[in-house]
């Protein structure tokens, strides 16, 4: 939606505990602040939702555009959210479903609300299913916390680890059987892992570690690697992006080959990113 249609939602949301008018009555929204990835400042989206529980469930449809929305790579490096619901608001953190999970869940929304099936059939992406997890009142950590920061740094590194996992598997099964279906799932699979690898980054390049290099100049050396290892797995994804786009003309062996690289060089740099980032921002919190 244009910016300033979703600003006239938003103040009719709120001047109105949640009860939209015109086109919108009787629809049933709430509104999502997320944190931008880059800049750092809070960006509200009106979304429609399906409750699962005690969690809220989300769809990064777009209207079935090709690229993610916002509110989607935000939360990809801010995970803690607000939530507004009429009159209720809260703090949540919004965790991005992967894998089986991601389509059951999905199945659960078209159940309730069919015409995301449509935003699917209208782009090769996958549509991102998101789970918001209310955060109670008395253990919400402020997100401008350090200490809240580098779990949250760990959280995102654990997903992208379990995204390597489901993306091997997926190349095993298609190498082992040869499924068309399956190459086109990869390939939905792969642009979800590298969008959220590219605004992940990028949120650190642009505002963590230039705050905490000037924090701690004497780690200037640390920034620098993790700067470069950033620019060498940009290249390693556009590879395996041209590679999975071939994969009906090129050897199963060629991509299981790159894909471990990858694997490698990722794990490794997760690895070390939590040894010196977390400590530094565990000390700044103190």
């Excluded at 990028?202 to 700067?227: M, S, V």
């Excluded at 290892?229 to 992006?241: F, K, N, P, S, W």
């Amino acid at each position: 939606m244009p910016l300033h249609f979703n600003a006239r939602i938003i103040d009719e949301f709120r001047t109105t505990a949640g009860r939209l008018g015109g086109p919108f009555e009787g629809w049933v929204l709430l509104l999502l602040t997320t944190t931008g990835a880059r800049s750092g400042a809070p960006h509200t989206t009106p979304l429609g939702f399906v409750p699962d529980g005690e969690r809220i469930l989300v769809v990064g449809s777009a209207g079935g555009s090709d690229r993610h929305p916002d509110w989607y790579r935000n939360i990809l490096v801010n995970p803690t959210v607000t939530v507004e619901t009429g009159t209720d608001t809260w703090q949540a953190t919004a965790v991005a479903a992967t894998g089986a999970e991601r389509d059951e869940l999905f199945a659960k929304v078209v159940a309730d609300a069919p015409g995301y099936a449509d935003y699917q059939r209208a782009t090769d992406r996958i549509l991102p299913v998101v789970a918001l997890h209310r955060i109670p009142e008395d253990t919400y950590t402020p997100p401008d916390r350090l200490d809240a920061l580098a779990d949250e740094l760990v959280k995102i590194h654990d997903w992208l680890r379990a995204e390597l996992v489901s993306l091997r598997e997926g190349i095993g099964a298609r190498t082992a059987t040869g499924a068309p279906d399956l190459t086109v799932e990869l390939r939905r699979h792969c642009l979800t892992f590298c969008s959220a690898m590219a605004v992940h980054h990028g949120g650190e390049d642009a505002g963590l570690f230039p705050y905490l290099a000037r924090e701690f100049p004497e780690k200037a050396g640390t920034f620098e690697r993790l700067h470069a290892e950033h620019g060498t797995v940009a290249r390693i994804l556009d590879e395996l992006t041209g590679l999975l786009a071939r994969l009906d003309e090129i050897a199963p062996e060629q991509v299981r080959a790159e894909f471990d690289r990858l694997h490698t060089e990722l794990v490794e740099h997760f690895a070390y990113e939590e040894e010196q980032v977390v400590p530094l921002l565990r000390t700044l919190a103190t």
